[in-house]
């Protein structure tokens, strides 16, 4: 799976584990969940957000591109990755 996604996609998808865990963990033994644990969940999942918003958004204009539907794109390339066109 790691071929197919990024470094940072993976420790996105770690820390949306983490997340949970805790966030379960606090719901079925009925933990104290403190202020600042609470501020801690909240930044962690709107910076998950943030990151899946910004990937998502990459891509659809990458498929835009590869359609044809934009007038100027340029193809990068990333020696990890593949070839991918960005809108200029």
């Given at each position: 799976m790691m071929e197919k996604?990024?470094?940072v996609t993976y420790q996105v998808v770690g820390h949306v584990k983490t997340i949970l865990i805790f966030a379960l963990g606090a719901v079925f033994f009925a933990a104290v969940v403190t202020f600042q644990n609470a501020i801690g969940?909240?930044?962690a999942m709107v910076g998950v957000?943030?990151?899946?918003?910004?990937?998502m958004s990459e891509k659809a204009q990458v498929r835009q591109c590869q359609k044809?539907?934009?007038e100027?794109?340029?193809v990068l390339t990333n020696p990890n990755r593949k070839r991918q066109s960005h809108l200029l």
């Open positions: 996604t990024s470094a969940f909240m930044v957000f943030w990151y899946t918003n910004i990937q044809g539907k934009k100027k794109c340029v």
